[in-house]
Each structure stands twice: as structure tokens, then as C-alpha cells.
């Protein structure tokens, strides 16, 4: 791993880091540490420009307590890997991050990600309620709960667990990843939020986002 490839993935996890510890600063140094990175030397560095081309991709968010941005994973050698971050936006603001350089195009993001993305407010922030909050709701359905209501990424997986009982929905499977990722990647659930569900329980979950909870 060279030089720049670190700078990336050190300040990467800072990003994750700075939402654990409620640290605004270390926002700033994520994106100050990104500035000295250079995207074609990252995007050239293993793997090779060449073998993300080539791979299968997805695109997930994520986010920090004041940043979210989105994440391109491609599976290059039988894994998936993060290959690249859009520029963070301020969820407050909604101003884009000018401190750093080496962000990928918002362009390449799906154009139906763009669209769907949750618009996460600052934590205690106030935010419009659902009038169909608890109700499944067939634009969420069309659209496979991606991502589900605001309402059911709220709760906590002890909430989750007395709900789900009470609930009754069709099967939903996934194919080549568990239950936890798919949760987490593809329907933005926070992955504190739901850690200590039973895979039964985290089944159920998925069916539920599926049927427009």
C-alpha cells in the first residue's frame, strides 16, 4: 500500500470515526487528509483502473453524524470492495464539502440512487413526520424499500424485535450476501440500530422494507 492509498483509507475511516465520537473536527481532518491524496494515482493503485471496469459494482450511502455521501463498491478478486466516495454533503446545509479533492462524480452515482436516497437531517434536528409512519405504503413497495420509512430506520433492534411480532409479511430472500450487508447497504439501516437482531429477525426486517413498511 503506497502513500496515497493510505492517506484515502485512513481518512475514509475517520469519516466513520468522527460519527462514533460525535467529533466534528475530525471531519475536517478526513476531508484534509483526502486533499493530499491524487484521485488517479487511488484509482490507478491496486486494484487497477482496469479490474473496477471490468467488475461487477453497486453504489450504497452512508453517512456521519454531519456528512453523507455515497460509496462505490466493486467486487474485484471475489470480494467487494470500497473503490471511491462522491463528495460528502453537509446534512445540515446541504453544502458540498470544498476542502479536499479526490471525490468521485455524482454523475456516476445511479440516477434512481440519486432520487431515492434518504435526506438524513443533523441528529435531533426536526424533520416532517409520516402521516403513514407503522404503515406500509405502496410507493415504497414500487420502489422495494430502498429505502424503507424513516420511521421503521428509527428504531432500535429491541423496538425491531416487539414489532416484527406483530407484523405479518411475504418472504423476502438475498443472494450472495447475509442479511446484516443487504440491510445495511442496499436499505440504509444503520448498522448500530439493528446489531443483535437474530438472522430471523433481520429475514423478517427485509421482508418488511420490501412490502413498503
Do not use: C
Not at 403513514?132 to 424513516?150: L, N
Request: net charge neutral; glycine share 6%; aromatic share 10%.
Amino acid at each position: 500500500m503506497n502513500r496515497r492509498q493510505f492517506a484515502f483509507w485512513f481518512s475514509f475511516s475517520l469519516f466513520h470515526l468522527a460519527e462514533r465520537l460525535h467529533a466534528d473536527g475530525l471531519d475536517r481532518l478526513a476531508a484534509a487528509t483526502l486533499n493530499a491524496t491524487e484521485p488517479k494515482s487511488f484509482m490507478e493503485a491496486s486494484p487497477s483502473q482496469s479490474e473496477i471496469i471490468e467488475s461487477a459494482e453497486h453504489w450504497a450511502t452512508n453517512e456521519n453524524r454531519n456528512w453523507r455521501w455515497f460509496e462505490r463498491e466493486n467486487q474485484i478478486r471475489g470480494k467487494w470492495r470500497v473503490t471511491g466516495i462522491t463528495t460528502p454533503i453537509n446534512k445540515q446545509t446541504g453544502e458540498r464539502y470544498a476542502g479536499a479533492t479526490g471525490y468521485l462524480d455524482d454523475s456516476l452515482v445511479p440516477e434512481e440512487m440519486r432520487a431515492n436516497a434518504p435526506q438524513s437531517a443533523v441528529e435531533g434536528a426536526t424533520t416532517t413526520p409520516e402521516r403513514d409512519a407503522g404503515q406500509p405504503s405502496p410507493a415504497r413497495r414500487a420502489r422495494h424499500g430502498r429505502p424503507p420509512s424513516r420511521w421503521l430506520r428509527s428504531l432500535r433492534a429491541p423496538e425491531l424485535r416487539i414489532w416484527l411480532k406483530t407484523i405479518d409479511v411475504p418472504e423476502a430472500d438475498v443472494e450472495g450476501m447475509t442479511f446484516f450487508e443487504h440491510l445495511t447497504r442496499d436499505h440504509y439501516f444503520h448498522a448500530d440500530r439493528i446489531t443483535g437482531l437474530a438472522i430471523p429477525e433481520q429475514a423478517k426486517l427485509h421482508a418488511a422494507a420490501h412490502f413498503g413498511y
